[in-house]
T-cell receptor, first 116, second 115 residues
Framework: AQKVIQVWSTTSRQEGEKLTLDCSYK???????LFWYKHLLSGEMVLLIR??????AIERSGRYSVVFQKSRKSISLVISTLQPDDSGKYFC?????????????FGDGTQLVVKP | EAAVTQSPRNKVAVTGGKVTLSCNQT?????MYWYRQDTGHGLRLIHY???????EKGDIPDGYKASRPSQENFSLILELATPSQTSVYFC??????????????FGSGTRLLVI
């Protein structure tokens, strides 16, 4: 069963709009972290947000934030004031600590197109 | 700056040929990983390593081997490449200490086309 679920495979928005990308996850581990990554056209995978369940999100940029609902096992990425450069593929990821066998699991990604 | 470097960036291989994808990291991370990323899928784990000399099977290891000769280097080997292995391959290093043990650094990917 997939551990990280991103509902949208693709979406498009207009420049200046606000976007929320949803992600749900499944874990039975006590220690886990959640991430949002952006995959750039250059191939680079950029870390946007790391959310630890017990702490406040570490924001990569002022325009990125998360809505984290631990009880619902949900973490949404919010991008305010979209810009064309925000176009790219966004991955939600779950990292679990498992007795020295740490693993990270990725959602299928959401391709975002921002139109000028 | 600490980094993960993959080579080659692009590769065209013939079916049945041997392909080696290389990865070098300067993060001094213990753990290294090989993923493939295909349309409609997230990054799927092929092989990983906890340190020099160790390799472990990930979720989709069939058709792939891995080698970790040193802390810095981790290779992915396709002994007999097939068109189904056409994909984008990512290497990552991870496993700092404390709060950083979930930090991952990704390479820029290798685009492999098997014809």
């Amino acid at each position: 069963a997939q551990k990280v679920i991103q509902v949208w495979s693709t979406t498009s928005r207009q420049e200046g709009e606000k976007l929320t990308l949803d992600c749900s996850y499944k874990t039975s581990q006590v220690l886990y972290h959640l991430f949002w990554y952006k995959h750039l056209l250059s191939g680079e995978m950029v870390l946007l947000i790391r959310q630890m369940p017990s702490t406040i999100a570490i924001e990569r940029s002022g325009r990125y934030s998360v809505v984290f609902q631990k009880s619902r096992k949900s973490i949404s990425l919010v991008i305010s004031t979209l810009q064309p450069d925000d176009s790219g593929k966004y991955f939600c990821a779950l990292w679990e600590r498992r007795n020295n066998n740490n693993r990270i699991f990725f959602g299928d990604g959401t391709q975002l197109v921002v139109k000028p | 700056e600490a980094a993960v470097t993959q080579s080659p960036r692009n590769k065209v291989a013939v079916t049945g040929g041997k392909v080696t994808l290389s990865c070098n990291q300067t993060n001094n991370h213990n753990n290294m990983y090989w993923y493939r990323q295909d349309t409609g899928h997230g990054l799927r784990l092929i092989h990983y390593s906890y340190g020099a000399g160790s390799t472990e099977k990930g979720d989709i290891p069939d058709g792939y081997k891995a080698s970790r000769p040193s802390q810095e280097n981790f290779s992915l080997i396709l002994e007999l490449a097939t068109p189904s292995q056409t994909s984008v391959y990512f290497c990552a290093s991870g496993g700092g200490t404390g709060i950083l043990d979930s930090d991952y650094t990704f390479g820029s990917g290798t685009r492999l086309l098997v014809i």
